[in-house]
Nanobody, 120 residues
Framework: QVQLVDSGGGLVQPGGSLRLSCAAS????????MGWYRQAPGKQRELVAT???????NYADSVKGRFTISRDNAKNTVYLQMNSLKPEDTAVYYC??????????????WGQGTQVTVSS
């Protein structure tokens, strides 16, 4: 129903910035939230930030004040602006779409992941 393509990762020095993008296609009208998760080696995937179509947002405590999620409904795209990056932000970042059917049943869709490496 929904396809996600995420991009924007790369290598950046501590204190630097990076902007991730995720474009959704398919039955995008059914998407409730879009967001970003990340997974570092040896760790479980964790929520980074989410945004509803009305741009109500939620952030992990570890990124509050540094990361900003935004959503462009016209482009079916969600962004993650990452500032003041730290080595501990190093992970594969995955775009997520929370899709709801007419009965509010949830299905999750995922992008392929984009690598963010913060290192000097």
């Amino acid at each position: 129903q929904v396809q996600l393509v995420d991009s924007g990762g790369g290598l950046v020095q501590p204190g630097g910035s990076l902007r991730l993008s995720c474009a959704a296609s398919g039955t995008t009208f059914a998407i409730y939230t879009m967001g970003w998760y990340r997974q570092a080696p040896g760790k479980q995937r964790e929520l980074v930030a989410t945004a509803t179509s009305a741009n109500m947002t939620n952030y992990a405590d570890s990124v509050k004040g540094r990361f900003t999620i935004s959503r462009d409904n016209a482009k079916n795209t969600v962004y993650l602006q990452m500032n003041s990056l730290k080595p501990e932000d190093t992970a594969v970042y995955y775009c997520n779409a929370d899709v709801r059917d007419r009965h509010w049943k949830r299905s999750d869709y995922w992008g392929q992941g984009t690598q963010v490496t913060v290192s000097s």
